[in-house]
């Protein structure tokens, strides 16, 4: 009884997670496209990595715990350099608050 409900719940939460996925893949085809054959898997890899990280899925990862179901939590590992790709998104902010800081005083 209780999991029927997480399930109809997590179901409409996954759907939405799914089709965000599928829109950015479409969203990033021309990217995706001119990238590298050896890294295109890699690339497609982050873009869905990106889409699933823009909802807030805490919720869903509770209630896919309380299933037995795997943890979203450890899709970090398989994003391809997702170290680096954190420290160049550290580096922009970095950049982008100095100008900004920068254009404030002058």
Same mark, same amino acid.
């Given at each position: ?13 996954a ?12 969203e990033?085809?021309?990217?995706? *496209?001119?990238?590298?054959?050896? @890294?295109?898997?890699? #690339?497609?890899?982050?873009?869905? $990595?990106l +889409? ?15 299933l037995?179901?795997?943890?979203l ?6 994003v391809?350099? *997702?170290?680096g790709?954190?420290? @160049?998104?550290?580096? #922009?902010g970095?950049?982008?608050? $100095?100008? +900004? ?6």
């Amino acid at each position: 009884m209780v999991g029927e409900q997480l399930t109809e719940r997590d179901g409409s939460r996954a759907l939405r997670v799914e089709r965000a996925t599928r829109g950015m893949e479409e969203e990033f085809a021309a990217e995706l *496209a001119r990238t590298s054959p050896q @890294l295109r898997a890699s #690339a497609l890899n982050l873009v869905q $990595y990106l +889409a699933v990280r823009r909802h807030d899925v805490r919720e869903l990862q509770s209630d896919l715990t309380q299933l037995g179901l795997s943890s979203l939590g450890r899709m970090e590992a398989h994003v391809t350099h *997702a170290h680096g790709v954190w420290h @160049l998104f550290v580096i #922009a902010g970095s950049v982008t608050h $100095y100008f +900004a800081i920068l254009h404030y005083v002058l």
